[in-house]
């Protein structure tokens, strides 16, 4: 198994808050599709507050993580996920295999894989335009099993 990889963003990078403003607005159309459970990967991104550092700079500092196998708990009217990568800042709150329960208000961004083929993804696609050669989108892709992006 790789390595987790995880990305450094600015807070005020405009382009991923355009990101997950998309995300936000077609939160919707992503909980339709996790209510159908079809054979396919449903995955949120949500925003984790990283207590050592955020202590440590006087400042709330946030880790974005995904969490795949979500789920739509209708009584609730909840969704849940299961972690699959927990950086070490997060470590004693959070484990791989762990499921977490949260409202649809909490997803920054939503990706729905059907064996490579991806809808949604929106802080994805601009992670993958800013890499610099076609190698380095190739190796993204194959660690974020993607083979091809619907149209947004």
Do not use: C
Not at 25 to 50: G, S, W
Not at 92 to 120: A, I, P, T
């Amino acid at each position: 198994m790789s390595e987790p990889r995880f990305r450094n963003v600015n807070s005020k990078d405009a382009e991923i808050e355009n990101a997950h403003a998309r995300a936000a607005d077609t939160i919707h159309e992503f909980i339709a599709m996790v209510k159908e459970q079809n054979d396919v990967a449903y995955m949120a991104k949500l925003r984790f507050r990283d207590p050592d550092f955020s202590e440590e700079t006087g400042v709330d500092q946030f880790l974005y993580l995904w969490l795949s196998g979500v789920y739509y708990h209708e009584d609730e009217k909840l969704l849940s996920g299961v972690f699959f990568e927990v950086p070490k800042e997060l470590q004693e709150w959070h484990q791989v295999g762990q499921r977490l329960g949260f409202e649809y208000d909490d997803v920054f961004d939503w990706m729905v894989n059907d064996n490579g083929r991806v809808k949604g993804g929106y802080t994805i696609r601009v992670t993958r335009s800013r890499l610099a050669t076609e190698q380095e989108r190739k190796e993204f892709d194959e660690y974020s099993g993607i083979t091809f992006y619907e149209s947004l």
